[in-house]
């Protein structure tokens, strides 16, 4: 059965992206919402909403208001709302207020409750 893709709101603060044929080592402290298709090694930090995309690998921790994974991540992720999107893997701890799963995701891991 065909599903429509899910749109994404972004809070008004900007987007940075980070395309497809992008690689990154090392830490980012950002303050507006931030989109990632390519592979990120480290750290990512922002008052907003992180996203990684389907093309989308990520290595390292993940501190957000909002954090929604469709595509790779193995590490430690923390945030008031973590969802993940079909055909998303990943690997590793996360810490959140709410947390939702589509089918089709693999996560392997575990999920505390932030207090």
């Given at each position: 059965m065909f599903?429509?893709?899910?749109?994404?709101e972004y809070s008004g603060v900007g987007i940075t992206m980070i395309s497809e044929y992008t690689k990154?080592?090392?830490?980012?402290d950002i303050?507006?919402?931030?989109y990632i298709d390519g592979k990120v090694e480290g750290s990512i930090?922002?008052?907003a909403l992180i996203t990684i995309g389907e093309k989308g690998e990520v290595t390292g921790s993940l501190k957000a208001e909002r954090i929604i994974i469709s595509g790779l991540f193995k590490g430690k992720a923390e945030a008031?709302?973590?969802e993940f999107i079909k055909n998303g893997k990943i690997y590793g701890d996360i810490i959140s207020s709410k947390l939702?799963?589509?089918?089709?995701v693999i996560f392997e891991g575990t999920n505390k409750l932030r207090k």
């Open positions: 599903q429509p893709k899910k749109t994404i990154i080592k090392g830490d980012i303050s507006c919402n931030i930090k922002s008052t008031t709302d973590v939702s799963i589509e089918d089709g």
